[in-house]
């Protein structure tokens, strides 16, 4: 996949998730081998009136290959505005958020509930794609309630957008069900723009099934937690097996940039995903779950891993 002479490779990218995706995380789902990836998702606003917010989520790491930066709003006029922001001056590519289901985002009339008002998702696009000076993404799920994935990326396609990323179920679906690869191959038929699918990749296997409905590329977000040697097992690359090696080099990267206390918090969930399919995990889990420090949790998944 190549959008505007930017090489996306094999296409093979990690999901933007918001509280999941810090700098860390991306820096080692970029050494095992994601060809892009996404912020965390970037409000418009703040990014105006709170920039001191938006810095810290727009740290990156040297190893990250194409780097996209996720926003989200509700005003054409403010989001053209911050797609000039100089907080996203490192990011090849810009992608407008226009899926996400969470309460707090759908009251404002932002996220997925701009699928239930195309004029205004066309009037962002389009309002986006004129003022910025790099391609311009979009990424939705198939609807709100219903399957209206087809009328939405045409409309995508229409308003100026390079790409689009269909994350194949409807809002109210959340992440229940499996994502419909039928209405990914309908799209990627529809549209002249690049397709990237999206929903239940986390192995070879269910890698080339996505691929089978024709898509560009192909986003991976729950595979890749605690694992994100995902991309080189659907790669096919050798990569290096040692988890202790990695863990650290996400927290170390953590460190560059925060706090002990807020990463002692923060670092925890990921801990608890590294651990996942150890063999008699329960107890340590359980430890690392109210461990006071990070060198103790690091102790203890140590210690598990020599007794597998
Ligand atoms: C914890 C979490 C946070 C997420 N945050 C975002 C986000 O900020 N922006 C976005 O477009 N999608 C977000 N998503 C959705 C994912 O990008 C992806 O579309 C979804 O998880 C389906 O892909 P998967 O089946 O590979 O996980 C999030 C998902 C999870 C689980």
């Given at each position: 996949m190549i959008i505007d002479n930017i090489d996306f490779g094999e296409g093979l990218v990690l999901a933007p998730m918001a509280g999941v995706t810090d700098v860390g995380f991306r820096d080692v789902c970029s050494c095992y081998g994601a060809d892009a990836t996404y912020s965390e998702m970037l409000s418009c606003r703040a990014m105006i009136h709170n920039p001191k917010k938006t810095s810290l989520m727009t740290i990156y790491s040297p190893n990250e290959k194409i780097k996209i930066g996720q926003i989200f709003g509700h005003e054409p006029d403010i989001m053209a505005e911050a797609i000039?922001?100089?907080?996203?001056?490192?990011?090849q590519i810009i992608d407008i958020n226009m899926g996400c289901p969470a309460p707090k985002i759908v009251k404002n009339g932002e996220g997925s509930a701009l699928m239930g008002n195309i004029p205004l998702a066309s009037k962002i696009i389009s309002a986006c794609v004129e003022n910025s000076n790099r391609p311009v993404s979009v990424k939705f799920r198939l609807?709100?309630?219903?399957?209206m994935s087809l009328d939405f990326g045409r409309m995508c396609e229409d308003s100026g957008a390079n790409f689009v990323t269909l994350h194949a179920r409807t809002s109210q679906q959340?992440?229940?069900?499996?994502?419909?690869y039928e209405a990914i191959a309908r799209l990627k038929a529809a549209l002249k723009i690049p397709v990237i699918g999206n929903g239940d990749v986390d192995s070879r296997e269910s890698y080339m099934k996505m691929k089978e409905t024709g898509v560009d590329g192909v986003m991976i977000g729950r595979?890749?937690?605690?694992?994100?040697f995902v991309f080189s097992l659907i790669k096919g690359i050798d990569y290096d097996k040692d988890v202790m090696k990695m863990i650290k080099r996400h927290i170390d990267i953590l460190r560059e940039h925060y706090n002990e206390d807020w990463l002692i918090k923060y670092i925890r969930k990921h801990l608890l995903w590294y651990m996942t399919?150890?063999?008699?995990?329960n107890e340590a889990r359980a430890q690392v779950a109210t461990s006071p420090s990070i060198e103790n949790s690091l102790k203890i998944i140590e210690n598990l891993i020599k007794n597998q």
């Amino acid at each position: 996949m190549i959008i505007d002479n930017i090489d996306f490779g094999e296409g093979l990218v990690l999901a933007p998730m918001a509280g999941v995706t810090d700098v860390g995380f991306r820096d080692v789902c970029s050494c095992y081998g994601a060809d892009a990836t996404y912020s965390e998702m970037l409000s418009c606003r703040a990014m105006i009136h709170n920039p001191k917010k938006t810095s810290l989520m727009t740290i990156y790491s040297p190893n990250e290959k194409i780097k996209i930066g996720q926003i989200f709003g509700h005003e054409p006029d403010i989001m053209a505005e911050a797609i000039k922001s100089p907080y996203l001056k490192q990011y090849q590519i810009i992608d407008i958020n226009m899926g996400c289901p969470a309460p707090k985002i759908v009251k404002n009339g932002e996220g997925s509930a701009l699928m239930g008002n195309i004029p205004l998702a066309s009037k962002i696009i389009s309002a986006c794609v004129e003022n910025s000076n790099r391609p311009v993404s979009v990424k939705f799920r198939l609807g709100i309630k219903s399957d209206m994935s087809l009328d939405f990326g045409r409309m995508c396609e229409d308003s100026g957008a390079n790409f689009v990323t269909l994350h194949a179920r409807t809002s109210q679906q959340g992440y229940s069900g499996n994502a419909d690869y039928e209405a990914i191959a309908r799209l990627k038929a529809a549209l002249k723009i690049p397709v990237i699918g999206n929903g239940d990749v986390d192995s070879r296997e269910s890698y080339m099934k996505m691929k089978e409905t024709g898509v560009d590329g192909v986003m991976i977000g729950r595979g890749s937690l605690g694992r994100p040697f995902v991309f080189s097992l659907i790669k096919g690359i050798d990569y290096d097996k040692d988890v202790m090696k990695m863990i650290k080099r996400h927290i170390d990267i953590l460190r560059e940039h925060y706090n002990e206390d807020w990463l002692i918090k923060y670092i925890r969930k990921h801990l608890l995903w590294y651990m996942t399919g150890l063999k008699g995990g329960n107890e340590a889990r359980a430890q690392v779950a109210t461990s006071p420090s990070i060198e103790n949790s690091l102790k203890i998944i140590e210690n598990l891993i020599k007794n597998q």
